[in-house]
């Protein structure tokens, strides 16, 4: 028997301070994994919800079906926190068992921003089989506001309209 993956912490964090983020929700999908905890209770579901609570979610004693065979963990936010861009697309875990433990790699949708889930070092080893994923949000536009401007003068002009055209947004 091989010892469980012990901790898989889900960081949620501001892209611009790094500060904690609350009120995220991710679609968790499992791929050749037997069981893991959520909040103190054995799942064996390929596939869960969890919800990030003062920056974080996590994920326990996972255990792998097969050893000998790499699993995949599959995050995709499907709820954002109050006033943040959600993540459009998934983030891949690649959970592998060596003789030194476990290892994991990640990789993404290319729809997935470098500012939500950057690959340079999308992954902080904890111990041998406590792992910490950061995961970012990005402030949602909140306001827009148009102006038009005298180019000698650089005073305000009235009476201008804007035609604006959204894309990509929900």
């Known amino acids: ?4 993956l012990q901790e898989l912490n889900l960081f949620k964090l501001d892209s611009q301070d790094n500060s904690n983020l609350t009120g995220a929700e991710f679609k968790v999908n499992f791929s050749n994994v037997q069981s893991y905890y959520v909040n103190g209770d054995e799942k064996t579901d390929t ?5 990030v609570t003062e920056g974080k979610s996590l994920l326990e004693k996972i255990i792998l079906a097969d050893a000998s065979k790499s699993a ?3 995050l995709e936010e499907i709820k954002a926190p109050e006033g943040y861009k959600k993540i459009d697309g998934k983030i891949y875990l690649t959970v592998k068992y060596t003789d030194d433990g476990y290892v994991i790699t990640a990789d993404k949708d290319s729809t997935v921003l470098d500012g939500e889930f950057n690959l340079d070092n999308p992954i902080n080893v904890i111990s041998k089989n406590k792992f910490k994923v950061n ?3 990005i402030p949602a536009l909140q306001e827009l506001n148009l102006f038009k401007l005298d180019s000698q003068k650089n005073s305000s002009l ?3 309209e804007f035609k604006v055209n959204f894309s990509n947004v929900e």
């Open 158 to 160: 009235t009476g201008a």
């Open 47 to 51: 596939s869960t919800t969890v919800t």
């Open 72 to 74: 995949t963990i599959t």
């Open 1 to 4: 028997d091989i010892p469980a």
């Open 135 to 137: 995961i970012k949000d």
